[in-house]
């Protein structure tokens, strides 16, 4: 281990390999929709719940961190993300169980987990940022490709896993996803971290909250869960029941596509970076994330409903590392907090845009196409964001590569 100590390309393996664990936290249940829904009898806008309160709990670390990581220390706070990760998905299959309500159960499972999940969103970006690299808009992207790489192997390990044991299984899973952050937490505790803003005052939070610059971030940052969340955390349910296939070919042909290619569109503009215009490449992703909506929700055959979702994963990829680094170069000495609040719009996207697309499929009678449909109005803010950006960049002469 004294090895690692100096070695920086270790702590980005351990970030990477951090947002594998974030896409467990966000990614497995879901594929246990429609499970708990037969198993425990639990409707479907109470399985929106689940989604909001895990996203919701995320939100809220974000919120609290942004003033006390900085004071704690990034490797206290990163091991201890890793540690409520483990836990919560070491409790997901004995909680439903253990306690009189199963969907009682399962929701604080989630919410333990999430706590973990809401460090690690606000650690890892500044923690890969601290870095002595070059190329950094590169880096983002690079490291938020891991979060789809980490979704799509979720989704083909546990499918594997479901077809040769059957998802009545799914408890024995829940344990093994568990080592992932475990072995993290392990390495976290000796790669070299460095903290931003070490040797320059940073802004203040009232400086953050008084720059323009700042809430078109955040919007965007919204826009980014939202347009991210809304199909990918009911593709699974969605192939399923809205488009009449096996959920095993649901979940490879939706929810896995989806992943891989926001994982190759992340991996795209991180290798050609120095020659695409980051503004224009996210709002050329935000017309293709309205059109995807659109197939998803409109189109009569199952396949392309598929083709829908998955389109809607390479729309979606560069626009959350897009958003950091647009900010990380428009807003010096934003820091730590700044990361933070980022991620706390991110994580009210990420919970807004499926808890929406829910509720009006809930109410438009369990019709996810329906809901879907109406998920197309967080492309649209997408795009109005992204303009405002582009104006903003202008008068301030910002340019992002």
């Known amino acids: 281990m004294q090895s690692l100590r100096k070695n920086y390309t270790a702590t980005i393996y351990c970030s990477f390999t951090g947002y594998v664990v974030q896409a467990i936290i966000n990614n497995f249940i879901p594929l246990l929709f429609l499970t708990f829904q037969r198993e425990y009898q639990i409707s479907l806008d109470r399985i929106s719940l689940l989604i909001t309160f895990n996203f919701g709990v995320q939100l809220l670390v974000d919120l609290l961190a942004a003033g006390v990581v900085d004071r704690i220390g990034y490797r206290a706070c990163i091991v201890a993300a890793h540690l409520f990760a483990a836990a919560g998905l070491l409790l997901l299959p004995v909680l439903p169980e253990a306690m009189g309500n199963p969907f009682v159960g399962i929701l604080i499972a989630v919410m333990i987990y999430a706590v973990g999940g809401g460090l690690i969103e606000v650690l890892i970006s500044p923690i890969v940022e601290a870095c002595p690299t070059q190329k950094k808009s590169a880096a983002m992207s690079l490291l938020h490709s891991f979060y789809c790489w980490g979704h799509a192997g979720v989704i083909v390990l546990s499918t594997v896993f479901f077809s040769l044991a059957g998802i009545g299984n799914w408890k024995i899973l829940s344990c093994v996803w568990a080592i992932v952050p475990v072995v993290n937490m392990i390495l976290f505790l000796f790669v070299p971290i460095n903290q931003l803003n070490e040797e320059a005052e940073g802004m203040t939070i009232p400086q953050l909250i008084r720059s323009k610059t700042f809430w078109i971030m955040m919007l965007l940052m919204f826009c980014a869960g939202s347009c991210e969340q809304g199909i990918s955390q009911w ?65 009569p055959s199952p396949l392309f409903g598929l083709i829908g979702c998955a389109l809607c994963g390479f729309s979606v990829g560069v626009l959350w590392p897009g958003t950091f680094s647009i900010a990380s170069a428009a807003i010096r000495g934003g820091g730590t907090a700044m990361f933070a609040f980022l991620a706390l719009a991110g994580d009210v996207g990420c919970s807004g845009g499926p808890t929406y697309v829910g509720f009006v499929a809930n109410a438009a009678g369990g019709s996810l196409k329906t809901g879907i449909l109406a998920g197309t109005v967080l492309p649209v803010l997408l795009l109005i964001g992204l303009a405002l950006c582009a104006s903003q960049n202008r008068k301030q002469g910002v340019e992002v590569r």
């Open 235 to 299: 593709a699974s349910a969605f192939a399923e029941s809205g488009l009449g296939v096996s959920k095993t070919f649901g979940d490879l042909a939706g929810p896995c596509a989806f992943a891989l290619l926001m994982g190759l569109s992340r991996a795209f503009y991180a290798k050609f970076s120095d020659r695409i215009h980051l503004v224009k490449f996210m709002a050329c992703s935000g017309v293709l994330c309205l059109i995807s909506y659109l197939l998803a929700s409109l189109s």
